[in-house]
Every structure is written in C-alpha cells, then in structure tokens.
C-alpha cells in the first residue's frame, strides 16, 4: 500500500507541474519536444528584403530580357491592334528568320522610333502592288486570314527584297505608315524589337495611354 501510495502520488505531481508549464512535456516515446525557434527581427529583414528583392527582380529580367510590354499608339494595325491596345511581345526570337504574316515591333533608324507592322514580304521575294492588290513572285497574296474581304491597298511598287531585309504594312492599309511611304521602304533584321503574342484592350484606359506615346503615323 505505500508503494502505490508513493507512485500514484508521483505521478500526480507530475500531471499537475506538466499542466502549468513548470515541466517539459513528456510524449509517449519519453522523449521532450524540441523548443520552438525564436523568430528575431534578423531573420525578418532578411526574409522581408527576400522577398521584396525577388518580386522586384523578376519582373525586371522578364519585360527587359525575355518580353517586351507596349502600347499602340495609332489606328495602323486596326482592327487587328487597335489604338490604345497594351500589349507584349518576345524579345527572345528576334534573331530568327521571321515567316510572312507575323506582326513584329522594331526600331526605324530613319523616324527614330518604334514602328509595329505585319510583314509581307521576306528575304528572297519580288513583291509588287498594283490595282490595289498584292503580289509575291506574280501570284496574288491571299490576306484574308488578317484583312476583311474587299480591302484596297494604294501604291504602285515593284521590288526585290534580298537577305536579312522585310516589307511591312500596317492592317489598316488607308491609314497606315510603312514600307510604301518609307524612302528605305526595307527594314533590316537586327533593327527588329519583338515579335508580337498579345494584347488586351482597356476600353477608356488604353485610348488615353495612346495619346500621351502618340508620336506620328505607325
């Protein structure tokens, strides 16, 4: 009887010390748990700069290395881009040959500015425009996956494009800017920016954008 009296007395004290926090918890390997790291302001500052640095970084490297973020400034590309309409463009495959068809940005050192227009004609073409249509090679162009049907495009040219060069014009072929008017009419392949990918179109936002980067006819 006093040895149960004396263990169940133990045992007693132990649950009443454990309850208030003056014993460390015993699990039921009997092995204590591991106190809890103090969180300082050290390791917030490290972690706060961190985080801060990263969400800082990345969209840095990625809109100066890999996408290109802009707005059209004119009616040129419409309805296709529409004025005002913010959108982005690879950096990454501007070295590549660009097929026929794609909408490109790039850097006009004659205007000193950033043009976007669709290329028509690519290195090995003789591209020619009379009667309001286009020919590559004297065979008509097909365009209707980017024109509506009935589309008139003025000028009057006839030219050989050679290795490394493009012909460009804008969708929107009465309001348009580009390789007809250009004195240089061909762009060079290192002068191109970005290859267009998307766009979205605020309806208020982007028109008031556009005036501000309006610059002239692109």
């Known amino acids: 009887?006093?040895?149960?009296?004396?263990?169940?007395?133990?045992?007693?004290?132990?649950?009443?010390l454990d309850a208030v926090g003056t014993s460390p918890h015993v699990n039921t390997e009997g092995e204590t748990s591991p106190p809890k790291k103090k969180i300082t302001y050290t390791r917030l500052f490290i972690r706060d700069f961190l985080e801060i640095s990263l969400c800082t970084a990345i969209p840095i490297i990625l809109f100066t290395k890999v996408l290109m973020l802009?707005?059209?400034?004119?009616?040129?590309?419409?309805?296709?881009?529409?004025?005002?309409e913010i959108y982005?463009?690879?950096?990454?495959?501007?070295?590549?040959v660009q097929p026929r068809g794609t909408i490109i940005t790039f850097w006009d050192r004659d205007h000193t500015q950033n043009f976007c227009k669709r290329i028509?004609?690519?290195p090995g073409d003789t591209l020619s425009i009379y009667e309001g249509k286009v020919y590559i090679n004297g065979e008509e162009l097909d365009e209707s996956a980017y024109l509506e049907p009935g589309v008139y495009t003025t000028g009057n040219i006839e030219i050989s494009i050679?290795?490394?060069?493009?012909?460009?014009?804008?969708?929107?072929?009465?309001?348009?800017?580009?390789?007809?008017?250009w004195l240089f009419p061909l762009i060079c392949q290192e002068d191109i920016t970005g290859v267009y990918l998307c766009g979205v179109c605020i309806p208020i936002l982007g028109p008031a954008l556009a005036g501000f980067v309006y610059t002239g006819g692109t």
């Not at 982005?88 to 590549?96: G, K």
């Not at 050679?162 to 008017?181: E, I, L, Q, T």
């Open 1 to 16: 009887m006093k040895r149960l009296f004396k263990k169940r007395g133990a045992e007693d004290i132990d649950v009443r």
């Open 162 to 181: 050679p290795k490394g060069r493009y012909f460009v014009m804008g969708d929107n072929r009465d309001n348009s800017y580009d390789s007809r008017d």
């Open 120 to 122: 028509i004609g690519v």
């Open 88 to 96: 982005v463009a690879s950096r990454w495959n501007t070295n590549d």
């Open 70 to 84: 802009s707005i059209c400034p004119s009616p040129s590309m419409s309805p296709t881009i529409p004025v005002g």
